[in-house]
């Protein structure tokens, strides 16, 4: 696969003021040696101020031509977008990294970049825009060959009954049918909506209310240790960005929400969580970084804290979104990354792609415009406003003891033998990224004492199994 990446970085010149500067690679392409060029945002200010507003017709395509104006400073730009803009190419990536002071080029559309021929890159070429954080180690993503992958919804916004919400994640959930093992738990405020994803009756997939309070919820999330999560609520963003959970109080007039934050989300997801999705407002937004004085403040937002906290791929929103594009754009992101994850683990784990899955949700937010389909992307944002941020370096599934074990479903076993496997795969989980990220600093007595440890975990995860029954949708 094709990969362009920008790096973004601040810079003093001579003057001794500061600048964001940019400097662009495309592995495999031999570029010449090239000065790096400021990013000329003082330049397209009253365009990105349109975008932020809202304003007139054809504003996002306005701010797609300033973005690659910005770029086209670079002496590289044409040679290093010529591999993922070639038209037979069937893959490719912009990548985009930003140093932890280039708050200004962060807090631009980069969604929305156009290319003068080529149109929207996102949007006409389905070439996903991504944005990079730079870690030191990128651990498999690992999962038991006897376990289950484990999917988390969590329906709680506020004023919303989650019926459209579940319809699409239903939906999603059928690309994993007949190719692997899965769970689905579905926390939903509702009572109604409850009752009726029970009503189904698909094992695979249960709904339970959700607690009320914020350690109740954090701590159910934990137990059920999802690879993949989804929340549906509102989000703030902020110096502490926030998520709003409307839970299950509501059946009983209650009004008071679960508020969770940054903390809560890595205590609840951090240990096993491979992909979070926050189909929330705002919380990809890394708010005010243009007006913050002199310089540029360290400055993040909550979906890229969640990827430097271990969390490899969060997918968040820069802005408030319509219900109906969160559902078009969650149903079918989740609809091709579970497929690809499901086909990774049947096939005893290969590297995962989901730019492709990305790109295609942005697309799917205006499957049904008011205009025709390339106007409506000129002028509507809503299509711009998913951000997927990811750790950088490969991102594969590993399947342990994978071909060791007879298929089939697993035999009966009682919750608290479960609920010890369970402990066991989130610790040795926890043990692989201490090793990982600290290895080289720990002393050598503590290393060995280590992967003794998860040796010894690994050794019980072979020989236990675990009840999952799995069976396909119904069509009814």
Known sequence: MSVTRIRFERAIGHDMTEYTQFHIEAPGVLLSDAPRPPLQIDAHKAVFDAFDAAGPDDVVRAAGDALWSCLSAHRNTKEAFRPILRKDATKGALRLAFSDLAG?????????????????????????????????????????????????????????????EWDEIRKALQSLTGSVRFQALILASRQELEDDINALGVPAIRA???????????????????????????????????????DGGVNYGCTKPTWLMRGDLLHALSAKAWLVVLNACSLADVGDAEDTGPGTPETASLCEELVQSGIPVVVGMRGPMLARYTHAFGGTFHERALRAVGQAIAQGGMELDLGACFSDACRAILADPPLPPMLAAARIRDWTFPVMTLRSGPLAIKVIGHGDAPGGASPDVDEDTLLAREEAIGEREVLARILDSRGDVLPDEAVREVRARIAELEAQLGTRTRTEEHTAFDEA
């Open 104 to 164: 200004d080029a962060k807090a631009l559309p980069w969604e929305a970049l156009r290319e003068t021929q080529a149109g929207f890159l996102c949007f006409d070429r389905r070439i996903p825009i991504l944005r990079e954080v730079e870690t030191e180690t990128a651990p498999d993503l690992q999962i038991a060959n006897t376990d289950t992958l484990r999917f988390l919804a969590v329906i709680g916004a506020r004023g919303d009954d989650g019926q459209g």
């Open 208 to 246: 339970e209310t959700i607690p009320h309070g914020t350690s109740a919820l954090v701590a159910r999330i934990e137990r059920f240790g999802p690879h993949v999560a989804h929340l549906f609520c509102h989000g703030y963003a902020g110096t502490e960005s926030v998520l709003e959970v409307e």
